[in-house]
């Protein structure tokens, strides 16, 4: 070991001991701290956007002649972890499927917003959406039917 | 009538608006540190959030638990906020306006005066802590008074280098415990910091400052020495059954001492009102001198302060054998080397002419500067 290492090593020790090195670095990165980025954000006036690809409340999507996808197959309530599905299919009016839902709630307050539904519908019906903001008053409201979920 | 306007102005300067403004600086500060925003909405950029929390201050309830000594319940926080109010006085916070030293008091023994009314304010605490009759309140004061008679030892010490330090100036042949003629002769020879225009004894002015710095941390319970008070162990310490405006008092005393201390830092190590470059403009009598003096001394303070607010934030807190071993183990014989350090630089370099009495000057035994204004 050189003279020169060993000098390092004596002052590293000597500053370790001392403490106020430390302390005076500390400080310095405290105030750099003060002028980065804040986190927070002032809600009402800034809004927060979620990321793409986000999870959030479910819509039902249409096809290009306003028809509801949907075609009643379970699939999606099969897949969904927390049973917040509740589907009661019905005879389809129309000729290129058998089956459409009339009756299709989502219980917005039990769904854990995994994304199940949406990768095991066949023909790509349903979708979750950026939004996470609504509100309710009571419970009841919070279960979404196939109207709500349709015109979103 | 100058004099009730420099009371007036210390007063409402010192503790009525450096002590909202200080509450309302650190919590931005220390919100823009943890990467939050902070008080924002009161007032321009949240400056009148102090004052909201002072009139909810006002309107709470207060109450005095049941089994509680009541008149030291309440003797408590008025003696927290009091004694470093009054150690105010002393401290000369500008040059003069005309003939008036912009000073509430001229004490020849200031310095000590200063010290004592300190040493008052841990009363103030110890019967907060025993007044409340609560387990937690008490281990707050007892800590408080262990801690607070520990450090202020050091601070003591460094106090005393710091004396000599000025005494030391080759030019000079007698102490003073005056803090206006301490100022002055910073003003004539340099900051005492620097070893007071005598460069070797500049190692014992930096010394004597850190120490002064972590004495003065750890008086005013600030972290990391904030051990009386620390909310995780002992849920408020001293004053965990204070509220209302009692326990607004407290925060006001805690501040103030802090304050008080800033001004004793500037004023012992570095120079008062005086600053290099500038001092032409500060020494005359004019009345602009004057203001810009106690500007230069106000800024000094308040760098001070934002010091002791970044040092809150970033530290952690001690262990209480580690403050105590830090104080008696480490400051303490520091300061008393500090204090041999200086001595005896003083006197290698005192120049023979300076140390032969003069004709006429009092005989150099005597320390204490007489009174004369």
């Known amino acids: 070991m050189t003279l020169g290492m060993t000098l390092k090593k004596a002052w590293l020790k000597l500053a370790i001991k001392l403490y106020i090195p430390a302390a005076l670095n500390g400080m310095r990165y405290t105030l750099g701290r003060v002028f980065r980025k804040k986190a927070t954000l002032s809600y009402p006036e800034e809004v927060h956007v979620p990321r793409k690809g986000y999870r959030g409340e479910h819509r039902l999507k249409k096809d290009e002649v306003g028809r509801m996808k949907c075609v009643a197959c379970l699939m999606c309530q099969t897949a969904c972890p927390a049973e917040c599905i509740q589907i009661i299919g019905a005879p389809s009016p129309w000729p290129d499927r058998e089956k459409i839902p009339v009756v299709f709630n989502i219980d917005m307050l039990k769904c854990i917003y995994c994304g199940m539904c949406e990768e095991a519908c066949p023909c790509d019906a349903i979708e979750l959406t950026p939004t996470f903001t609504k509100v309710c008053t009571t419970r009841e409201e919070k279960i979404y039917d196939i109207n709500k979920l349709l015109s979103r | ?373």
């Open chain 2, 1 to 373: 009538m100058a004099d009730i306007l420099k009371i007036a102005f210390v007063i409402v300067f010192f503790v009525l608006t450096l002590t909202p403004g200080m509450v309302i600086v650190e919590r931005r500060l220390s919100a823009w540190m943890q990467g939050r925003i902070g008080p924002d909405r009161v007032g321009p950029l949240g400056l009148l959030q102090p004052l909201a929390d002072a009139v909810k201050f006002i309107f709470k309830e207060d109450i005095i638990p049941d089994g509680a000594d009541r008149l030291l319940f309440v003797l408590a926080p008025v003696m927290v906020l009091v004694p470093p109010s009054l150690g105010l006085i002393v401290i000369p916070f500008g040059n003069r306006i005309g003939d008036e030293y912009l000073q509430v008091a001229n004490l020849s023994v200031g310095v000590l005066f200063t010290m004592s009314v300190l040493g008052v304010a841990v009363y103030g605490l110890a019967f907060g802590g025993w007044a409340s009759n609560n387990k937690y309140s008490l281990l707050g004061g007892l800590r408080a008074s262990a801690q607070m008679v520990s450090y202020e030892l050091a601070l003591g010490l460094s106090i005393i280098a710091v004396l000599m330090i000025s005494a030391g100036h080759p030019n000079e042949t007698m102490g003073t415990l005056d803090p206006r003629a301490i100022v002055e002769r910073q003003v004539k020879y340099g900051w005492n910091i620097f070893g007071g225009g005598n460069w070797l004894m500049l190692p014992c002015g930096l010394i004597g400052f850190i120490l002064f710095f972590v004495s003065a941390l750890a008086e005013n319970n600030r972290l990391p020495f904030d051990l009386p008070e620390c909310e995780a162990e002992l849920v408020g310490g001293y004053h965990t059954e204070y509220s209302s405006m009692k326990f607004a008092l407290f925060m006001m005393g805690e501040y103030v001492g802090m304050t008080v201390m800033s001004a004793l830092m500037t004023t012992f190590f570095l120079g008062g009102w005086s600053m290099p470059g500038l001092n032409r403009f500060l020494v005359g009598s004019e009345w602009w001198m004057g203001l810009l003096s106690v500007g230069v001394f106000i800024t000094k303070v308040v760098s001070i302060l934002f010091v002791y607010v970044i040092i809150r934030w970033t530290l952690p807190r001690f262990k209480y054998n580690q403050l105590m071993n830090l104080g008696w183990k480490r400051l303490v014989p520091l300061a008393l080397a500090n204090v041999m350090l200086v001595a005896v630089i003083g006197v290698l370099t005192q120049s023979p002419a300076a140390a032969a009495p003069k004709p006429g000057a009092r005989a150099p035994i005597e320390v204490v500067q007489g009174g004369v204004k």
